[in-house]
Structures are given as structure tokens and as C-alpha cells.
């Protein structure tokens, strides 16, 4: 069970690592000016980890203002719904809402097991 409990923190890491990819994504594929796209393409991904680290990085334990209970719980649905939005412009709709699962399962599993 461990191995199992492992590898549901190594998918949320990962999950963490998509919202980045797929902010990025979005912003170079925009369909704007070139140096639009260069501003959206790295200054998106960069709110999303100014986000993170200031209320849910490593669990909440290094975040500047971390947050538990609910309030976790919101910064994680909207900075994941938000990676699902982009991930869903930037491709479709279809792998947006697969992310969004995905990372509704995690969340799932880590609150039933107690992991951070």
C-alpha cells in the first residue's frame, strides 16, 4: 500500500509539473502578436507558481501564507481548474476535463490517506 500511496504524491508532483506545461502551452499557442505569445507563454505559468508558492508549496509547510482545511482546498481547485481551462484552449476541451479528473482523483485519494 505504501507503493500505491508513493506513487499518488509522484502523480500530484506531476499534475504540479502540467499546470506549468500546459500554461506554457497556452500562451505560445496564442493566436496574437509573437511577443504577446512570449509574455503569455512565460508570464502564465509564472503566476501559477507565484500562486503555489505563496499558499501551497510543499504541502503548505513552505508556503509564505499556507492555507489548510477548505481554504486548500480552493487554492487547489482553482489554481487545477485553471491549468484545466488553459489545457483546454490550448487543446481541447476533452483534455482539459481529463485533467481536471485526474487531479480530482489525487485530491481524492490524498485526503482519504492523509497525504499533504
Known amino acids: ?7 499518488n504524491l509522484a502523480l500530484m508532483f ?33 503566476m501559477f507558481v507565484v500562486v ?3 499558499f501551497a508549496a510543499g504541502g503548505g509547510k513552505n508556503a509564505r501564507f499556507p492555507v ?3 481554504w486548500r482546498v480552493a487554492v487547489e481547485i482553482a489554481w487545477f481548474g485553471g491549468a484545466a ?6 487543446f481541447t476541451a476533452v483534455a482539459g476535463i481529463a485533467f481536471f479528473a485526474v487531479w480530482a482523483v ?5 485526503l482519504l490517506w492523509r497525504q499533504a
Do not use: H, Q, S, Y
Request: glycine content about 16%; some cysteine.
Open 14 to 46: 506531476l499534475l504540479e509539473l502540467g499546470v506549468l506545461a500546459g500554461a506554457a502551452i497556452w500562451g505560445f499557442t496564442l493566436d496574437t502578436n509573437p511577443i504577446l505569445r512570449v509574455i503569455a507563454g512565460i508570464g502564465a505559468p509564472a
Open 106 to 110: 489525487n485530491g481524492a485519494l490524498r
Open 52 to 54: 503555489w508558492a505563496l
Open 68 to 70: 489548510t482545511g477548505c
Open 85 to 90: 481551462v488553459l489545457i483546454g484552449l490550448a
Open 1 to 7: 500500500m505504501n507503493m500505491v500511496k508513493g506513487a
